[in-house]
T-cell receptor, first 110, second 115 residues
Framework: QKEVEQNSGPLSVPEGAIASLNCTYSDRGSQSFFWYRQYSGKSPELIMFIYSNGDKEDGRFTAQLNKASQYVSLLIRDSQPSDSATYLCAVKTSYDKVIFGPGTSLSVIP | GAGVSQSPSNKVTEKGKDVELRCDPISGHTALYWYRQSLGQGLEFLIYFQGNSAPDKSGLPSDRFSAERTGGSVSTLTIQRTQQEDSAVYLC?????????????FGPGTRLLVL
């Protein structure tokens, strides 16, 4: 079992819709959870961080964490074409190492 | 402020040659990661340095790969006897690892092409 898993996509949503990205992890003692965005040909950049169960909202982005289910998600409301990118889930494990998932490619169709 | 820098930005080499890739992390960051990313693929973890601890080398794909971090700052990733399958973007990231919010800041990467 891979430590951090994501659907590879591509996920296509129409402009203005909600995009839902999912991530599961294997280390139950994991501490912190991150979503990075990577545009084609660019380096990843952090967009959201969450460490408590529940929801965390930042503008159009909402991160949701369920530690019991070992599941973290990212919702993007009112999706824009500029949101088209690969979204990487990352987990800081109980042994203090950050592990990245394989990423989900998102395409927002105008 | 200065971010993570990497050099060279692009490197073209012949199969069998050695290459050195450099990473300058953000000043004060205790953790430094190296990743490899092939075209259209995810991040492949290579090696992790944290303070004065022994590095986590579990991601290095073969003994042709090595890395060092001098003085807890600059890091060099060395690939000996390069192969065509080593062609990829090599990304370096640094962070303040002693916080729960361990945001990794990535450099622009080195694009390596082995002919």
């Amino acid at each position: 079992q891979k430590e951090v898993e994501q659907n590879s996509g591509p996920l296509s949503v129409p402009e203005g819709a909600i995009a839902s990205l999912n991530c599961t992890y294997s280390d139950r003692g994991s501490q912190s959870f991150f979503w990075y965005r990577q545009y084609s040909g660019k380096s990843p950049e952090l967009i959201m961080f969450i460490y408590s169960n529940g929801d965390k909202e930042d503008g159009r982005f909402t991160a949701q964490l369920n530690k019991a289910s070992q599941y973290v998600s990212l919702l993007i409301r009112d999706s824009q074409p500029s949101d088209s990118a690969t979204y990487l889930c990352a987990v800081k494990t109980s042994y203090d190492k950050v592990i990245f998932g394989p990423g989900t490619s998102l395409s927002v169709i105008p | 402020g200065a971010g993570v820098s990497q050099s060279p930005s692009n490197k073209v080499t012949e199969k069998g040659k050695d290459v050195e890739l450099r990473c300058d992390p953000i000043s004060g960051h205790t953790a430094l990661y190296w990743y490899r990313q092939s075209l259209g693929q995810g991040l492949e973890f290579l090696i992790y340095f944290q303070g004065n601890s022994a590095p986590d080398k579990s991601g290095l794909p073969s003994d042709r790969f090595s890395a060092e971090r001098t003085g807890g700052s600059v890091s060099t990733l060395t690939i000996q006897r390069t192969q065509q399958e080593d062609s990829a973007v090599y990304l370096c990231a640094s962070s303040l690892a002693d916080t729960s919010q361990e945001t990794q800041y990535f450099g622009p990467g080195t694009r390596l092409l082995v002919l």
